[in-house]
């Protein structure tokens, strides 16, 4: 019994820890470097960049719209989305030919018809910015963007995020980063590709909300696309 005791006495309880990387909550998607084709556009930031009149709205770098300083819209009128769609299945059925290809092409304009008509239960916060018109905003813009054949997630602009505010006091300039773009809208790369007068917030919030930002789904586009999302910061 008492060398019962005494083991017992002499016994003690270890506990050993295992830390558990956290999971990253962001897409990420590994791209061989030669695939990214890097164009002037994408680098090319100006340094005498000064802070000014810059509207609080993000801007299609390929919208053919009428550009006015007053009665401008974010987003396209719903006949330019319509007239838009039935453009680009003309040019696809130019382009392609074969059965099969214009049962994608009909699958993807029944998808973007889809996405049209789920406009009507966007939140109020939302309408705000999907009221549309037959002319874009003129000079300068927070967020000027560009990835060719594609529009913003339910054609609504917002869907590419503004952090133009968010660095404070002191914090003006522009970030321009280069982004990769899968089929369904999602960006799943981000890259800051230039900087004018940029801070470090600056930068790492760029690259934060250009993640967060979606395009339309497209059945026809390469797995993976280039564009560029333009950032202007304006301190409060």
């Known amino acids: 019994m008492y060398i019962g005791i005494f083991v017992y006495l002499q016994m003690s309880t270890y506990t050993q820890y295992f830390p558990i990387q956290s999971f990253f909550e962001e897409p990420a998607l590994e791209i061989p470097e030669e695939e990214v084709e890097v164009k002037p556009e994408n680098i090319e930031v100006p340094v005498d960049f000064k802070g000014g009149d810059v509207k609080n709205v993000s801007r299609d770098m390929n919208d053919s719209r009428e550009r006015s300083d007053k009665d401008w819209y974010q987003n396209k009128s719903a006949s330019d989305v319509e007239q838009s769609v039935k453009d680009y299945e003309k ?130 586009a390469p797995k993976t696309q280039t564009g560029t999302i333009i950032y202007t910061f304006v301190g409060q």
């Open 91 to 220: 040019r696809l059925y130019e382009e392609t030919g074969g059965d099969a290809k214009r049962k994608a092409i009909q699958k993807e304009i029944d998808e973007r018809k889809k996405q049209n008509s789920n406009k009507s239960t966007t939140t109020s916060k939302e309408l705000n910015t999907t009221q549309g018109g037959n002319k874009a905003a003129a000079g300068s813009v927070m967020v000027d963007w560009s990835l060719s054949g594609r529009t913003a997630h339910q054609n609504n602009n917002w869907y590419v995020r503004n952090p133009g505010y968010t660095c404070g006091y002191g914090s003006s300039g522009k970030v321009s980063v280069q982004i990769i773009v899968n089929q369904n809208g999602d960006v799943v790369s981000a890259t800051a590709s230039g900087s004018a007068s940029a801070n470090d917030c600056m930068i790492q919030q760029a690259l934060k909300y250009a993640k967060l930002s979606r395009f339309n789904y497209s059945g026809s």
